[in-house]
Protein backbone atom coordinates (compact mmCIF):
# COMPACT_ATOMS: atom_id res chain seq x y z
CA UNK A 1 0.00 0.00 0.00
CA UNK A 2 0.85 3.63 -0.68
CA UNK A 3 0.06 6.95 1.23
CA UNK A 4 -2.52 8.76 -0.81
CA UNK A 5 -2.40 12.53 -0.55
CA UNK A 6 -5.04 15.12 -0.70
CA UNK A 7 -3.55 19.17 -0.60
CA UNK A 8 -4.78 22.70 -1.78
CA UNK A 9 -3.68 23.84 -5.04
CA UNK A 10 -4.56 27.66 -4.55
CA UNK A 11 -4.11 30.45 -1.47
CA UNK A 12 -5.67 27.83 0.93
CA UNK A 13 -9.65 27.37 1.78
CA UNK A 14 -10.47 25.06 -1.22
CA UNK A 15 -12.48 22.98 0.81
CA UNK A 16 -10.05 19.94 1.74
CA UNK A 17 -12.19 19.39 4.43
CA UNK A 18 -15.33 18.45 2.94
CA UNK A 19 -13.51 16.29 0.21
CA UNK A 20 -11.09 14.53 3.25
CA UNK A 21 -14.70 13.61 4.75
CA UNK A 22 -16.19 12.00 1.61
CA UNK A 23 -13.05 10.07 0.73
CA UNK A 24 -12.35 8.93 4.27
CA UNK A 25 -14.83 5.62 3.37
CA UNK A 26 -12.28 4.20 1.70
CA UNK A 27 -9.47 5.13 3.98
CA UNK A 28 -8.51 2.91 7.55
CA UNK A 29 -6.02 5.79 8.56
CA UNK A 30 -6.51 9.75 7.61
CA UNK A 31 -3.18 11.83 8.72
CA UNK A 32 -2.76 15.63 9.29
CA UNK A 33 1.19 16.43 8.04
CA UNK A 34 2.06 19.94 8.48
CA UNK A 35 0.40 22.89 9.51
CA UNK A 36 -1.82 24.08 13.10
CA UNK A 37 -4.47 25.79 13.95
CA UNK A 38 -4.17 28.82 11.37
CA UNK A 39 -5.79 25.65 9.39
CA UNK A 40 -9.72 25.10 9.49
CA UNK A 41 -11.65 22.69 7.43
CA UNK A 42 -15.05 22.97 7.48
CA UNK A 43 -17.60 19.60 7.20
CA UNK A 44 -21.00 19.71 6.82
CA UNK A 45 -23.52 16.79 6.60
CA UNK A 46 -26.97 15.96 8.26
CA UNK A 47 -27.24 19.61 9.01
CA UNK A 48 -24.88 20.37 10.80
CA UNK A 49 -21.23 21.79 10.49
CA UNK A 50 -18.27 21.32 12.01
CA UNK A 51 -14.72 23.22 11.62
CA UNK A 52 -11.51 21.21 12.39
CA UNK A 53 -8.33 23.32 13.16
CA UNK A 54 -5.82 20.26 14.43
CA UNK A 55 -7.75 17.12 14.14
CA UNK A 56 -7.79 15.38 10.63
CA UNK A 57 -11.11 15.66 8.74
CA UNK A 58 -12.17 11.92 9.08
CA UNK A 59 -12.75 12.11 12.79
CA UNK A 60 -16.30 11.80 11.90
CA UNK A 61 -16.08 8.10 10.77
CA UNK A 62 -15.23 5.53 13.19
CA UNK A 63 -13.51 3.23 11.33
CA UNK A 64 -10.69 5.80 10.12
CA UNK A 65 -8.17 6.12 12.50
CA UNK A 66 -6.79 9.56 12.80
CA UNK A 67 -3.18 10.75 13.57
CA UNK A 68 -1.89 14.32 13.84
CA UNK A 69 1.79 13.82 12.41
CA UNK A 70 4.86 15.10 13.84
CA UNK A 71 5.05 17.58 11.04
CA UNK A 72 1.38 19.54 12.90
CA UNK A 73 2.33 22.11 15.43
CA UNK A 74 -0.55 22.28 17.71
CA UNK A 75 -2.09 24.28 20.87
CA UNK A 76 -3.33 22.17 23.63
CA UNK A 77 -6.24 24.53 24.38
CA UNK A 78 -6.86 24.71 20.38
CA UNK A 79 -7.27 20.71 20.27
CA UNK A 80 -9.60 20.12 23.47
CA UNK A 81 -12.07 23.04 22.50
CA UNK A 82 -12.42 20.91 19.59
CA UNK A 83 -12.91 17.73 21.40
CA UNK A 84 -15.15 19.02 23.50
CA UNK A 85 -17.17 20.29 20.52
CA UNK A 86 -16.90 16.99 19.01
CA UNK A 87 -18.34 15.51 22.60
CA UNK A 88 -21.23 17.57 22.59
CA UNK A 89 -22.32 16.63 19.46
CA UNK A 90 -22.37 13.16 20.87
CA UNK A 91 -18.77 11.58 19.35
CA UNK A 92 -15.81 10.50 21.20
CA UNK A 93 -12.72 11.24 19.32
CA UNK A 94 -9.97 10.27 21.46
CA UNK A 95 -11.20 6.58 20.28
CA UNK A 96 -10.50 6.70 16.85
CA UNK A 97 -7.26 9.89 17.16
CA UNK A 98 -3.98 9.29 17.48
CA UNK A 99 -0.89 11.73 18.36
CA UNK A 100 2.41 12.20 17.17
CA UNK A 101 5.06 12.05 20.25
CA UNK A 102 7.23 14.23 17.39
CA UNK A 103 4.73 16.90 16.46
CA UNK A 104 5.96 20.37 18.50
CA UNK A 105 3.81 22.55 20.82
CA UNK A 106 2.72 25.88 20.45
CA UNK A 107 3.06 28.33 23.60
CA UNK A 108 1.41 30.35 25.05
CA UNK A 109 3.80 32.63 24.39
CA UNK A 110 4.34 31.95 20.90
CA UNK A 111 0.85 33.43 20.14
CA UNK A 112 2.67 36.74 22.20
CA UNK A 113 5.57 36.51 20.15
CA UNK A 114 3.26 36.17 16.47
CA UNK A 115 1.04 39.11 17.92
CA UNK A 116 3.86 41.27 18.62
CA UNK A 117 5.86 40.34 15.09
CA UNK A 118 2.83 41.08 13.02
CA UNK A 119 2.46 44.61 14.95
CA UNK A 120 6.01 45.67 14.16
CA UNK A 121 5.84 44.89 10.68
CA UNK A 122 3.29 47.99 10.46
CA UNK A 123 2.28 48.29 7.08
CA UNK A 124 4.55 45.29 5.99
CA UNK A 125 1.80 42.97 7.83
CA UNK A 126 1.71 39.16 6.10
CA UNK A 127 -2.07 38.74 7.39
CA UNK A 128 -0.79 36.12 10.53
CA UNK A 129 -3.87 34.37 11.81
CA UNK A 130 -1.78 35.09 15.12
CA UNK A 131 -1.96 31.46 16.36
CA UNK A 132 1.35 31.28 16.66
CA UNK A 133 2.68 29.04 13.78
CA UNK A 134 5.71 30.55 12.37
CA UNK A 135 7.56 31.62 15.88
CA UNK A 136 6.64 27.69 16.84
CA UNK A 137 8.17 26.38 13.33
CA UNK A 138 10.63 28.66 14.13
CA UNK A 139 11.73 27.11 17.43
CA UNK A 140 11.38 23.75 15.99
CA UNK A 141 14.06 24.57 13.24
CA UNK A 142 16.45 26.53 15.82
CA UNK A 143 16.45 23.43 17.64
CA UNK A 144 14.55 25.23 20.85
CA UNK A 145 10.96 23.67 20.95
CA UNK A 146 8.84 21.06 23.01
CA UNK A 147 7.69 18.26 21.62
CA UNK A 148 4.14 16.32 22.55
CA UNK A 149 6.09 13.79 23.92
CA UNK A 150 7.86 15.70 26.77
CA UNK A 151 5.08 16.62 28.26
CA UNK A 152 5.44 13.63 30.64
CA UNK A 153 8.87 14.03 31.47
CA UNK A 154 10.16 15.34 34.84
CA UNK A 155 11.49 18.22 33.14
CA UNK A 156 8.72 19.66 31.57
CA UNK A 157 7.55 22.66 33.47
CA UNK A 158 11.44 23.31 33.54
CA UNK A 159 11.39 23.05 29.51
CA UNK A 160 8.68 25.29 29.49
CA UNK A 161 9.54 28.31 31.68
CA UNK A 162 13.34 28.25 30.05
CA UNK A 163 11.93 28.75 26.68
CA UNK A 164 9.40 31.35 28.20
CA UNK A 165 12.04 33.23 29.50
CA UNK A 166 13.82 33.32 26.19
CA UNK A 167 10.57 34.21 24.20
CA UNK A 168 10.25 37.67 27.23
CA UNK A 169 13.50 38.40 26.39
CA UNK A 170 12.86 38.86 22.50
CA UNK A 171 9.17 40.33 23.37
CA UNK A 172 10.64 42.74 25.63
CA UNK A 173 13.56 44.10 22.89
CA UNK A 174 10.76 45.35 21.11
CA UNK A 175 9.44 47.20 23.85
CA UNK A 176 6.36 45.95 23.95
CA UNK A 177 4.15 45.80 26.83
CA UNK A 178 2.41 42.52 27.03
CA UNK A 179 -0.07 43.20 29.11
CA UNK A 180 -1.89 44.92 26.01
CA UNK A 181 -2.10 41.84 24.06
CA UNK A 182 -4.54 38.92 24.72
CA UNK A 183 -5.17 35.64 23.74
CA UNK A 184 -8.46 34.22 22.56
CA UNK A 185 -9.59 37.41 24.91
CA UNK A 186 -7.83 36.62 27.94
CA UNK A 187 -5.27 37.66 29.89
CA UNK A 188 -2.02 35.81 29.36
CA UNK A 189 -1.79 34.27 32.81
CA UNK A 190 -5.48 33.07 32.29
CA UNK A 191 -4.64 31.84 28.89
CA UNK A 192 -1.49 29.91 30.31
CA UNK A 193 -3.39 28.12 33.26
CA UNK A 194 -5.80 26.92 30.94
CA UNK A 195 -3.21 25.40 28.41
CA UNK A 196 -1.08 23.78 31.31
CA UNK A 197 -4.71 22.21 32.03
CA UNK A 198 -4.94 21.17 28.34
CA UNK A 199 -1.65 19.83 28.67
CA UNK A 200 -3.30 17.51 31.70
CA UNK A 201 -5.82 16.10 29.23
CA UNK A 202 -3.42 15.54 27.00
CA UNK A 203 -1.52 12.79 28.76
CA UNK A 204 -5.24 10.84 28.77
CA UNK A 205 -5.15 10.87 24.44
CA UNK A 206 -3.18 7.86 22.74
CA UNK A 207 0.43 9.57 22.06
CA UNK A 208 2.54 7.30 19.57
CA UNK A 209 5.15 6.74 17.66
CA UNK A 210 3.04 7.86 14.27
CA UNK A 211 6.02 6.81 12.13
CA UNK A 212 6.00 3.78 12.58
CA UNK A 213 1.96 3.42 13.23
CA UNK A 214 1.74 4.43 9.82
CA UNK A 215 4.80 2.86 8.24
CA UNK A 216 3.24 -0.79 9.59
CA UNK A 217 0.00 0.08 8.49
CA UNK A 218 1.15 0.24 5.27
CA UNK A 219 3.03 -3.13 5.74
CA UNK A 220 0.02 -4.67 6.68
CA UNK A 221 -1.98 -3.47 3.71
CA UNK A 222 -4.11 -0.70 5.49
CA UNK A 223 -4.87 2.54 3.23
CA UNK A 224 -3.82 6.25 4.29
CA UNK A 225 -4.77 9.33 3.52
CA UNK A 226 -2.85 12.54 4.04
CA UNK A 227 -4.67 15.63 4.72
CA UNK A 228 -3.16 18.72 4.18
CA UNK A 229 -3.49 22.44 5.03
CA UNK A 230 -3.43 25.34 3.77
CA UNK A 231 -2.50 25.28 -0.28
CA UNK A 232 0.55 25.24 -2.67
CA UNK A 233 0.22 28.93 -2.93
CA UNK A 234 1.38 29.58 0.60
CA UNK A 235 4.50 27.08 0.78
CA UNK A 236 7.21 28.32 2.10
CA UNK A 237 9.57 27.81 -0.53
CA UNK A 238 7.33 28.01 -3.49
CA UNK A 239 4.64 30.55 -2.25
CA UNK A 240 4.06 33.84 -2.74
CA UNK A 241 6.90 34.48 -0.56
CA UNK A 242 6.97 36.31 2.12
CA UNK A 243 3.45 36.12 2.52
CA UNK A 244 3.23 32.42 3.22
CA UNK A 245 3.00 30.37 5.98
CA UNK A 246 5.73 28.32 7.80
CA UNK A 247 5.65 24.84 6.89
CA UNK A 248 5.48 23.06 3.43
CA UNK A 249 2.15 22.69 1.84
CA UNK A 250 3.55 20.67 -1.14
CA UNK A 251 3.30 16.74 -1.82
CA UNK A 252 6.81 16.70 -0.89
CA UNK A 253 5.61 17.33 2.87
CA UNK A 254 3.82 14.22 3.56
CA UNK A 255 7.83 12.43 3.89
CA UNK A 256 8.97 14.78 6.60
CA UNK A 257 5.55 15.43 7.86
CA UNK A 258 4.36 11.61 8.42
CA UNK A 259 8.30 10.05 8.12
CA UNK A 260 7.38 7.64 4.83
CA UNK A 261 9.77 7.72 2.03
CA UNK A 262 8.93 8.96 -1.25
CA UNK A 263 8.42 5.51 -2.39
CA UNK A 264 5.48 5.25 -0.65
CA UNK A 265 3.73 7.95 -1.93
CA UNK A 266 0.56 6.96 -3.91
CA UNK A 267 -2.16 9.14 -5.63
CA UNK A 268 -1.79 12.98 -5.26
CA UNK A 269 -5.59 13.94 -5.68
CA UNK A 270 -5.37 18.10 -6.13
CA UNK A 271 -8.09 20.63 -4.85
CA UNK A 272 -8.89 24.20 -6.09
CA UNK A 273 -12.04 26.04 -5.68
CA UNK A 274 -13.42 27.36 -9.70
CA UNK A 275 -12.21 30.43 -8.41
CA UNK A 276 -9.70 32.24 -6.41
CA UNK A 277 -9.79 33.24 -3.09
CA UNK A 278 -6.94 34.50 -0.25
CA UNK A 279 -6.75 35.62 3.72
CA UNK A 280 -4.68 37.97 4.84
CA UNK A 281 -2.20 39.96 2.54
CA UNK A 282 0.44 39.05 -0.38
CA UNK A 283 0.08 39.18 -4.05
CA UNK A 284 -3.17 38.24 -5.73
CA UNK A 285 -2.80 39.06 -9.43
CA UNK A 286 -6.85 38.13 -10.55
CA UNK A 287 -8.43 39.50 -7.45
CA UNK A 288 -11.68 41.34 -8.23
CA UNK A 289 -12.08 44.77 -5.93
CA UNK A 290 -15.33 45.12 -7.43
CA UNK A 291 -19.33 44.08 -6.85
CA UNK A 292 -18.09 40.63 -8.83
CA UNK A 293 -15.65 40.18 -5.94
CA UNK A 294 -18.30 40.69 -3.80
CA UNK A 295 -20.70 38.60 -5.05
CA UNK A 296 -18.40 35.50 -5.48
CA UNK A 297 -17.95 35.96 -1.16
CA UNK A 298 -21.05 36.39 -0.51
CA UNK A 299 -22.28 33.48 -2.37
CA UNK A 300 -19.19 31.41 -1.66
CA UNK A 301 -19.26 32.36 2.45
CA UNK A 302 -15.99 33.82 1.64
CA UNK A 303 -14.45 34.28 5.48
CA UNK A 304 -11.57 32.96 7.10
CA UNK A 305 -13.01 29.66 9.39
CA UNK A 306 -10.26 30.49 11.41
CA UNK A 307 -9.90 34.54 12.03
CA UNK A 308 -13.41 35.02 10.55
CA UNK A 309 -11.55 37.69 7.89
CA UNK A 310 -13.42 38.74 4.82
CA UNK A 311 -11.94 36.64 2.07
CA UNK A 312 -10.37 38.34 -1.10
CA UNK A 313 -11.88 37.31 -4.45
CA UNK A 314 -11.35 37.22 -8.12
CA UNK A 315 -11.47 35.05 -11.00
CA UNK A 316 -9.25 31.59 -11.50
CA UNK A 317 -5.66 31.77 -12.30
CA UNK A 318 -4.42 29.20 -14.69
CA UNK A 319 -0.90 29.73 -14.49
CA UNK A 320 -0.89 29.46 -11.24
CA UNK A 321 -3.05 26.36 -10.60
CA UNK A 322 -0.45 24.66 -13.42
CA UNK A 323 2.66 25.62 -11.58
CA UNK A 324 1.05 23.54 -8.31
CA UNK A 325 0.24 21.20 -10.31
CA UNK A 326 3.69 20.61 -11.46
CA UNK A 327 5.15 20.89 -7.89
CA UNK A 328 2.77 18.32 -6.57
CA UNK A 329 2.81 15.66 -8.99
CA UNK A 330 -0.76 15.98 -9.02
CA UNK A 331 -2.72 12.69 -10.51
CA UNK A 332 -6.58 13.88 -10.17
CA UNK A 333 -7.68 17.37 -9.97
CA UNK A 334 -11.15 18.16 -8.02
CA UNK A 335 -12.93 21.78 -8.47
CA UNK A 336 -15.32 23.10 -5.64
CA UNK A 337 -17.85 25.78 -5.09
CA UNK A 338 -18.73 24.82 -8.73
CA UNK A 339 -22.08 26.48 -7.36
CA UNK A 340 -21.07 29.86 -5.82
CA UNK A 341 -20.94 30.90 -9.73
CA UNK A 342 -24.43 29.75 -10.31
CA UNK A 343 -25.88 33.29 -10.64
CA UNK A 344 -22.99 34.77 -13.45
CA UNK A 345 -23.51 35.25 -17.04
CA UNK A 346 -20.15 35.26 -18.06
CA UNK A 347 -16.96 34.01 -16.32
CA UNK A 348 -13.14 35.30 -17.35
CA UNK A 349 -10.34 32.57 -16.31
CA UNK A 350 -6.89 34.31 -16.19
CA UNK A 351 -4.25 31.73 -18.98
CA UNK A 352 -1.32 33.97 -18.91
CA UNK A 353 0.34 37.40 -17.72
CA UNK A 354 1.77 40.51 -19.19
CA UNK A 355 4.90 42.19 -17.37
CA UNK A 356 6.21 45.26 -18.81
CA UNK A 357 4.88 44.27 -22.43
CA UNK A 358 6.60 41.09 -22.29
CA UNK A 359 4.02 37.65 -22.30
CA UNK A 360 4.22 35.57 -19.47
CA UNK A 361 3.06 31.80 -19.85
CA UNK A 362 4.06 30.88 -16.83
CA UNK A 363 4.09 31.57 -13.15
CA UNK A 364 6.68 34.26 -12.09
CA UNK A 365 9.25 34.54 -9.85
CA UNK A 366 7.97 37.69 -8.20
CA UNK A 367 3.89 37.59 -8.03
CA UNK A 368 4.16 40.85 -6.61
CA UNK A 369 5.49 42.64 -9.25
CA UNK A 370 3.18 46.13 -9.44
CA UNK A 371 3.71 45.87 -13.69
CA UNK A 372 1.70 41.85 -13.26
CA UNK A 373 -0.88 41.87 -15.59
CA UNK A 374 -3.57 39.02 -15.79
CA UNK A 375 -4.62 38.26 -19.20
CA UNK A 376 -7.64 36.36 -19.52
CA UNK A 377 -10.21 34.53 -21.71
CA UNK A 378 -14.12 35.34 -21.69
CA UNK A 379 -16.23 31.86 -20.76
CA UNK A 380 -19.95 31.78 -21.42
CA UNK A 381 -21.90 31.62 -17.12
CA UNK A 382 -24.33 28.39 -16.81
CA UNK A 383 -26.42 31.11 -15.00
CA UNK A 384 -28.59 28.39 -13.41
CA UNK A 385 -28.84 26.45 -10.50
CA UNK A 386 -27.22 22.93 -9.81
CA UNK A 387 -29.37 21.65 -7.51
CA UNK A 388 -30.61 17.86 -8.54
CA UNK A 389 -27.57 17.21 -10.34
CA UNK A 390 -26.75 13.72 -9.44
CA UNK A 391 -23.78 13.47 -11.76
CA UNK A 392 -20.86 15.30 -14.00
CA UNK A 393 -22.34 14.56 -16.78
CA UNK A 394 -25.76 16.00 -15.79
CA UNK A 395 -24.28 19.50 -15.70
CA UNK A 396 -25.38 22.20 -17.99
CA UNK A 397 -22.76 22.60 -21.04
CA UNK A 398 -21.16 25.98 -20.28
CA UNK A 399 -20.21 24.65 -17.01
CA UNK A 400 -19.09 21.34 -18.75
CA UNK A 401 -17.21 24.04 -21.26
CA UNK A 402 -15.84 25.40 -18.38
CA UNK A 403 -14.49 22.11 -16.83
CA UNK A 404 -13.28 21.04 -20.62
CA UNK A 405 -11.28 24.30 -20.67
CA UNK A 406 -9.46 24.07 -17.47
CA UNK A 407 -8.88 20.51 -18.03
CA UNK A 408 -7.14 21.18 -21.62
CA UNK A 409 -4.96 23.98 -19.75
CA UNK A 410 -3.49 21.84 -17.29
CA UNK A 411 -3.76 18.66 -19.22
CA UNK A 412 -5.21 16.86 -16.16
CA UNK A 413 -8.39 15.58 -15.58
CA UNK A 414 -10.93 16.80 -12.91
CA UNK A 415 -12.61 13.86 -11.78
CA UNK A 416 -15.00 15.91 -9.01
CA UNK A 417 -16.98 18.62 -8.78
CA UNK A 418 -18.63 19.88 -5.70
CA UNK A 419 -21.92 21.53 -5.85
CA UNK A 420 -22.44 22.45 -2.70
CA UNK A 421 -21.07 22.43 1.16
CA UNK A 422 -22.95 19.16 1.99
CA UNK A 423 -20.26 16.18 1.52
CA UNK A 424 -23.77 14.50 -0.21
CA UNK A 425 -23.43 17.21 -3.30
CA UNK A 426 -20.27 15.51 -4.23
CA UNK A 427 -20.50 14.62 -8.29
CA UNK A 428 -17.39 12.22 -9.01
CA UNK A 429 -17.00 10.35 -12.54
CA UNK A 430 -17.34 6.57 -12.19
Not at 152 to 166: I, N, T
Not at 187 to 208: C, G, H, Q, R, T
Not at 380 to 401: C, F, H, Q, V, Y
Not at 408 to 427: A, C, K, Y
Request: aromatic share 10%.
Amino acid sequence: MKVDVILGLQWGDEGKGKIVDVFSPRYDVIARFQGGPNAGHTIEFDGKKFVLHTIPSGIFHKNSMNVIGNGVIIDPVILFREIDKLREAGMNPADNLLIANRAHLILPTHRLLDAVYESAKKDAKIGSTLKGIGPTYTDKYARNGIRVGNICYPGFRKMYESLKVLHMQIINSYGSDTGSFTLDNLPFDEYEALWFESIEKMKELKVVDAEVFINKSLAEGRSVLAEGAQGTMLDVDFGSYPFVTSSSTVAAGVCTGLGVSPHNIGRVFGIFKAYCTRVGSGPFPTELINETGNRLREGGREFGSTTGRPRRCGWLDLPALKYSIMLNGVDSLIMMKADVMNPFEKLSVCTSYRESGKLLNSYPFELSSEGLEPLYTEMEGWNTSLDARNSIADLPLPLKNYIKFIEDFVELPIDTVSIGPDRLETLQRG
